[in-house]
């Protein structure tokens, strides 16, 4: 784990990476490039993706790897055995796309109504299958073992728990895993930058609905109503006053209400009023304030006008939490593979969630952003993740290849020489 023994030249080869990783993801390139475009073309949305999963293991076809197909999703858990005992490292690319349009204009853009590689998961994909051939190339001299989970589902199915459930981990009590490393490319972040930090890196996910019941009557008589549309706005506010009051600004907390819904005419007070959003957290405790504190509010503000109000809160993904000297660990790597000026420790975390969350519940491990934004883009103007515009750049999938495979190298002992 010395930074120094990563980053001195010596421990770069003559072409100045270390390991020469980035020369062996060169030659992986063109065959990466491949398959992101053809998943591109080809989306799937969800844990079922069977198209997406013959796709990867023809391009798996011939390593010597263990394969596990998974049965209740198409997730693929692929294990390479080094021919030297070791540690067991994990690498995760998730492999599903979202439910959207594609307005990018490429010429390799889906092919699918309304479904889109948005949010740069088929790059994720052609990365960890390139970093597969190359430390499968290096099995003779392996001291340990990669297991190379591709899930699907990450966009809000949960793929991950659904492969931990699979019996992801059970790889034997020999060599547990005792490490996890993932890549999250992002469109916006300027092409082969590398960005983490330790602890919370992505926020818990939780939605909220509330259904607030009074009586209905003539638009023009409210005193014979209950009227719910005034008591669901009072709702609303109240719950910015909650967060803003309760929470703690350095243990923050997000919730956003996206949704009302009620009312049929101009004069007519409806009986209901449905208010739905989402609520963001970085700590188990701050998730926790917030969902009780969004059942007092809205039970106080319905009981003080006598309504009666539902207060349902689904829980979704929790809090990705990178292992601090893990995350350090992981930076050092970073900076090996892609210099000091192109890693940097984020000064704060995403507010979006990911379902790699459950893997670091359970394994040290850290997960790092890696920009994809085109050359010459401005970053206030590239199209995000999840925009219908978001393009992402090939050429830096080398680095996130290289640096899947640095991971697991270093993981496992190997100098990256
Ligand atoms: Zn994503």
């Known amino acids: 784990m010395s930074k120094t023994a990563l980053t001195t030249d010596a421990a770069r080869d ?4 270390p390991g020469g990783l980035l020369e062996q993801a060169n030659d992986v ?9 053809d998943l591109h ?3 799937e ?18 390593l010597p790897l263990d394969l596990t197909l998974h049965e209740t999703t198409s997730g693929i858990a692929a294990m390479l055995t080094g021919d030297k005992p070791g540690p067991t490292m994990l690498l995760r690319a998730d492999m599903d796309a979202l439910p959207m349009p594609e307005d990018t204009g490429l010429d390799f853009s889906s092919t699918v109504d309304n479904t889109m590689h948005a949010c740069g998961h088929d790059t994720h994909t052609a990365m960890l299958v390139g970093a597969a051939r190359i430390l499968a ?7 340990g073992r990669v297991l190379f989970m591709f899930q699907p589902g990450e966009e809000g199915w949960n793929g991950a728990t659904e492969m931990l459930n699979e019996g992801l981990l059970e790889v034997g009590t020999e060599s547990p895993v005792t490490g996890a490393f993932a890549i999250h490319a992002a469109s916006n972040i300027p092409g082969g930058f590398l960005g983490l930090k330790p602890g919370p890196l992505m926020a818990s996910s939780d939605s909220m609905e509330i259904v ?3 009586r209905g009557g003539h638009g023009s008589a409210p005193h014979f109503t209950i009227d719910p549309v005034p008591i669901a706005c009072e709702i609303v506010q109240a719950l910015q006053t909650m967060v ?15 949704q009302i819904h009620t009312g049929t005419a101009s004069n007519v007070i409806p009986e209901t009023a449905w208010i739905n959003g989402t609520i963001r957290a970085l700590s188990e405790k701050t998730r926790r304030r917030i969902h009780d504190g969004i059942r007092r509010v809205a039970e106080g503000v319905a009981a003080a006008h006598e309504a009666s109000v539902e207060v349902t809160v689904k829980l979704g993904y929790d809090v990705t939490v990178n292992d601090a000297d893990y995350a350090m660990f992981t930076a050092d790597v970073a900076t ?10 984020m000064d704060n975390p995403v507010m979006g969630a990911e379902d790699f969350s459950y893997v670091l519940n359970r394994v040290q491990g850290a997960m790092t952003f890696l920009g994809l934004m085109p050359g010459g883009m401005d970053i206030m103007k590239a199209a995000p993740n999840h925009s219908n515009r978001a393009v992402y750049e090939e050429t830096q999938m080398r680095r996130g290849t290289a640096l899947y495979a640095a991971m697991a190298l270093r993981h496992l002992g190997v100098p990256l020489t």
């Open 14 to 17: 003559a072409h100045g990476n």
């Open 29 to 37: 390139f063109d065959s990466i490039v491949d398959l992101r475009r």
């Open 41 to 43: 073309r080809h989306p």
């Open 45 to 62: 949305i969800g844990n079922h993706l069977p198209r997406t999963r013959e796709r990867v293991l023809e391009a798996l076809e011939g």
């Open 137 to 143: 190339a290096r099995k003779s001299d392996l001291p």
């Open 212 to 214: 607030v019941t009074g």
């Open 244 to 258: 803003t009051r309760r929470i703690d600004v350095f243990d923050p907390g997000v919730v956003t209400v996206t």
């Open 336 to 345: 090996a593979i892609a210099g000091d000026r192109n890693v940097r420790i």
